[in-house]
């Protein structure tokens, strides 16, 4: 911040397409600077602007400067409690989505949605101001599915990202399904007819 005369001070604000994101005390200089400041995916540009200080001095804001905010790239991973179970019997799937960015880490936010043989059987989404369970740049997400039907299935997790983070979908995992086997027993052990009449 620049002024005719020395010892200007006051806030300044960092704005993202014209929204304040930070403020910070203007030093000796006219020298501010914005720590931490979280810029929204999807801004297209930042501002400065100087508040003023007691009537003494002018707000003004800078001209704008262009900047690209990218999504945060995503690896989701899908684990399964057993390959191969009987019909009726749960599967626990437990699909983990990490965070690849090298600068910023955040924990990915928002749900997941499960997918068997292609079709959504499950779909859990949290709203943004929901923590999901894990730390840093990973989080982890669990759902147990039933009814899966008999034979060969193959399931899959799809992270479904709030603005800001990239979705990303698992390796399918294969789980077989058998059937519940059955026993025929006689009521009898014994088995009498006659010729012409029906057995007992």
Excluded: C, H, K
Excluded at 167 to 178: R, T
């Amino acid at each position: 911040v620049t002024s005719a005369v020395t010892g200007i001070n006051g806030q300044a604000e960092l704005r993202a397409d014209g929204v304040a994101v930070s403020t910070a005390e203007v030093r000796s200089g006219g020298l501010v600077t914005f720590e931490d400041a979280i810029i929204p995916f999807g801004t297209r540009s930042v501002t400065a602007a100087f508040n003023g200080e007691s009537g003494n001095y002018a707000s003004s804001e800078s001209e704008p400067s262009d900047i690209d905010v990218r999504d945060l790239p995503t690896l989701t991973t899908l684990g399964v409690s057993a390959n191969r179970v009987t019909a009726g019997t749960p599967v626990t799937v437990s699909v983990t989505v990490e965070n690849l960015s090298e600068l910023n880490e955040a924990t990915p936010q928002s749900g997941f949605e499960i997918l068997v043989d292609g079709e959504s059987v499950y779909t859990d989404v949290s709203s943004e101001d929901d923590s999901p369970v894990g730390a840093g740049r990973v989080a982890r997400f669990e759902a147990t599915l039933t009814d899966l039907q008999v034979g060969d299935r193959t399931i899959t997790a799809r992270f479904l990202p709030i603005p800001g983070f990239r979705a990303s979908e698992s390796e399918p995992v294969g789980v077989q399904i058998d059937t519940i086997s059955t026993v025929v027993t006689p009521d009898n052990t014994e088995i009498q007819s006659t010729f012409g009449q029906p057995v007992q």
